[in-house]
């Protein structure tokens, strides 16, 4: 049974420049959340997908914009990159929506703004 | 507002110790937490949830313990092993109806042989 898998694993960008990232999520879920992890810190909630529509967001600008597709996949696309995005961006999948569904995390894509 | 933090941001023991991470959390009507493992270069990995009808809950080689009163999480690892070397989370959920999890900064815990 696969887990939650993202690609690409890293990604090197420059200032202003757009970026897609991808999640695929565990088998049997339905539900997709995105997080932002910057290097010594805890993740941060960015956003979440349910029935393809964005369900909740969190104190991230407009720049930050996503995607649930019917398969459950989702992108997470961020324009006009600044410095302060590099992190590791995190994929969360769970059941539900139920706050008491565990949400397991995929491996990450860390992304490099320079 | 609401914010999930630990005492102890490194913690050193060595193999075959028991050890215990500690996590504050703040906001009440939080009702289901978690601890995360994560290892360098991967996602958090789910170790162990409680929902807070709950003060205790075991794993295998791990406790966690839930005290609504001070508002403290804990995670206890039993037998501790050099593959324990990680850096743990606890989240907190405090938002009934949707999913949004509320993460500290972590605790580092290193393993010595």
């Known amino acids: 049974d696969a887990g939650v898998t993202q690609s690409p694993t890293h990604l090197i960008k420059t200032r202003g420049q757009q970026v897609t990232l991808r999640c695929s999520p565990k088998?049997?879920?339905?539900?997709v959340s995105w997080y932002q992890q910057a290097l010594g810190q805890g993740p941060q909630f960015i956003f979440q997908?349910?029935?393809?529509?964005?369900?909740q967001r969190g104190n991230f600008p407009d720049r930050f914009s996503g995607h649930q597709f019917p398969n459950y996949s989702s992108e997470l696309n961020v324009n006009a990159l600044l410095l302060g995005d590099s992190a590791l961006y995190l994929c969360?999948?769970?059941?539900?929506?139920?706050?008491?569904?565990?949400?397991?995390f995929g491996p990450g894509t860390r992304l490099t703004v320079l | 507002g609401e914010s999930v933090g630990l005492h102890l941001p490194t913690l050193s023991v060595q193999e075959g110790d028991n050890s215990i991470i500690n996590c504050a959390y703040s906001?009440?009507?939080?009702?289901?937490f978690i601890w995360y493992k994560q290892e360098s270069g991967k996602g958090p990995q789910f170790i162990i949830d409680i929902r807070s009808n709950m003060d205790k809950r075991q794993g295998q080689r791990v406790t966690v313990l839930l005290n609504k009163t001070v508002k403290h999480l804990s995670l206890q690892i039993a037998a501790t092993q050099p593959g324990d070397s990680a850096v743990y989370f606890c989240?907190?959920?405090?938002?009934?109806?949707?999913?949004?999890?509320?993460f500290g900064t972590g605790t580092r815990l290193l393993v010595s042989p």
């Open positions: 997908y349910y029935e393809e529509e964005e369900r």
């Open positions: 969360a999948s769970s059941p539900g929506l139920v706050n008491t569904d565990t949400q397991y």
């Open positions: 088998s049997g879920h339905d539900t």
């Open positions: 906001n009440s009507a939080s009702d289901y």
């Open positions: 989240a907190e959920n405090p938002y009934t109806g949707f999913q949004k999890l509320v």
